[in-house]
């Protein structure tokens, strides 16, 4: 099986801070993704990347950026944490074009103080 | 953008009973996804079905994509099967992105 995972469950910072989140995945898949989960809202795609240094604007970008070194991580970056990024941070991956049944890791939620 | 409508919006059955959850999308899609997260965050793909049937256990999906539509199908439902199911669309060549519905909870007493 497939297995996205990612760096931390719960996570607590405080405004302004610089937050890291780490997904890796083990299944040398193109596509990685960044989702976040509100109540109401639903999943909102952030950013994603289909190749390693290839990224691409989801719907909500603003206040976040990403890095893909390597194929199997992809990191999303708050360069200044505020209280509105308080979510549950979801990554996922899928293997490429024409294969793109969608894994997910199992969240962190953050809350920013 | 496109819409996609999941219905109903919350569900509470007994165990043992079978439901149907339904997903609308408003325009021409290549690639649909089931989803159910579970009462810890995790999500789980049920299904990629961009048309016809698939059945995996207890679980059935059938996408009619000429009309917008989807279903999934749950039979016999346990307590394990309660979370939030979602479906998620792609809706032109090329894109990489999914378009989530906002979902159905289902609950499922003893």
């Known amino acids: 099986d497939v297995k996205v995972t990612q760096s931390s469950r719960y996570l607590v910072k405080r405004t302004g801070e610089k937050v890291f989140l780490e997904c890796v995945q083990d299944?040398?898949?193109?596509?990685m993704f960044w989702y976040r989960q509100d109540p109401g809202l639903g999943l909102r795609l952030i950013y994603f990347s289909y190749d390693v240094k290839m990224k691409e604007k989801g719907d909500i970008p603003e206040g976040y950026s990403v890095s893909r070194e390597k194929k199997e991580r992809f990191s999303l970056i708050l360069e200044s944490a505020s209280t509105n990024q308080t979510s549950m941070y979801l990554c996922?991956?899928?293997?490429?074009?024409?294969?793109?049944?969608?894994?997910f890791g199992s969240g962190t939620q953050l809350s920013v103080l | 953008g496109i819409q996609v409508e999941q219905s109903p919006p919350d569900l509470i059955l007994q165990e043992g009973a079978n439901s149907t959850l339904r997903c609308n999308f408003s325009?021409?899609?290549?690639?649909l996804q089931w989803f159910h997260q579970n009462p810890w965050g995790q999500l789980i793909n049920l299904f990629y079905?961009?048309?016809g049937t698939k059945q995996n256990g207890r679980l059935s999906a059938t996408t009619v994509a000429t009309e917008r539509y989807s279903l999934l199908y749950i039979s016999s439902s346990q307590t394990t099967d309660s979370g939030v199911y979602f479906c998620a669309v792609r809706y032109y060549q090329g894109a990489q992105k999914l378009v989530f519905g906002q979902g159905t909870r289902l609950t499922i007493n003893p």
């Open positions: 079905i961009p048309s």
């Open positions: 996922a991956s899928s293997l490429g074009p024409r294969r793109e049944k969608l894994f």
């Open positions: 325009d021409s899609v290549n690639n």
């Open positions: 299944m040398d898949h193109e596509n």
